[in-house]
């Protein structure tokens, strides 16, 4: 394994982010949406973990993450905050909780942090989210952006594929993350974008990146954690390392409990009272 940088900091704040982008120190962020795996996230030392609204996804098994609701956010971030002692928690605002009106934008984002004690919000879209983004930081709230894919506009898409390869979209891109790093975000997740765009936006701006499918050059990296561990399975982009089969592993204790069940084997005599 070649070496890396790994610093012990107690608690991770969107300072230490700042730094360890500084220090040249990777960021490691992953989801979570419930306590019982916030806790062991949280005892790993992972930096920051993300209440995504991929829970609409992987928590209610929606195809997209539009049905998501803020009162649903607010719970998986509370579950999350009961678990964390160390790493960041950034939440997601939720489709249609702040587009088009930045006053419903601080409304949202202060509902989550009043409501979950967690640390930050991420908002998904650039020039056009930027009012909302100055409204929700001039009332002291850590804002991560999130350029590239942003799933939350799916249906103006079409599809899931590699965002900002032709020029225009890539330049659009481009001032889109100086806008939000000048608005003073503290960080900005880039989405399935090619890697030399994300290398060159990373070195444009002051603050830490965060990629997802957008190679290595960037100031840290995000993963579902149920795709990481290999619980979804339908879903294998490129960009998505499995470190786990855990889907397989469950079905396998299941499939070993029916069989205890059924033929006696559970409980045993040293497992009753
Ligand atoms: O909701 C989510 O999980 C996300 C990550 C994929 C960045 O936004």
Do not use: W
């Not at 394994?1 to 608690?11: F, P």
């Not at 965060?210 to 879903?235: C, E, P, R, W, Y």
Request: charged letters at 20%; one cysteine or more; proline letters at 3%.
């Amino acid at each position: 394994m070649s070496a890396y940088l790994e610093s012990n900091y107690k608690k991770v704040t969107t300072h230490v982010l700042q730094e360890m982008k500084l220090r040249g120190e990777k960021i490691a962020m992953l989801t979570a949406y419930d306590y019982s795996l916030a806790t062991l996230l949280d005892a790993a030392g992972i930096d920051v973990i993300l209440v995504g609204d991929s829970a609409s996804n992987v928590m209610a098994g929606h195809k997209t993450t539009l049905p998501i609701t803020l009162d649903q956010m607010i719970y998986h971030a509370s579950s999350v905050m009961r678990a964390v002692e160390r790493a960041l928690v950034v939440v997601d605002l939720p489709f249609g909780t702040y587009q088009g009106n930045s006053k419903a934008a601080l409304n949202s984002a202060i509902q989550i942090m009043k409501e979950s004690g967690a640390n930050a919000i991420k908002i998904e879209g650039g020039r056009e989210v930027l009012e909302s983004v100055d409204r929700i930081l001039s009332a002291g709230i850590p804002v991560m952006g999130h350029l590239g894919l942003t799933p939350q506009s799916i249906h103006k898409f079409g599809t899931y594929v590699v965002r900002a390869k032709e020029d225009e979209e890539a330049n659009h891109l481009r001032e889109d993350a100086k806008l939000l790093a000048n608005a003073g975000c503290f960080s900005i997740v880039l989405e399935k974008i090619p890697a030399k765009l994300a290398q060159e936006v990373t070195a444009s701006i002051k603050i830490p990146t965060i990629g997802i499918g957008a190679g290595s050059q960037v100031d840290g990296q995000v993963l579902v954690l149920h795709d990481m561990l290999g619980i979804t399975q339908k879903f294998s982009p490129r960009f998505l390392r499995r470190y786990h089969n855990l889907s397989e592993e469950i079905k396998g204790s299941v499939k070993a409990y029916i069989h205890d069940v059924k033929t006696l084997d559970f409980p045993n005599e040293r497992e009753q009272y």
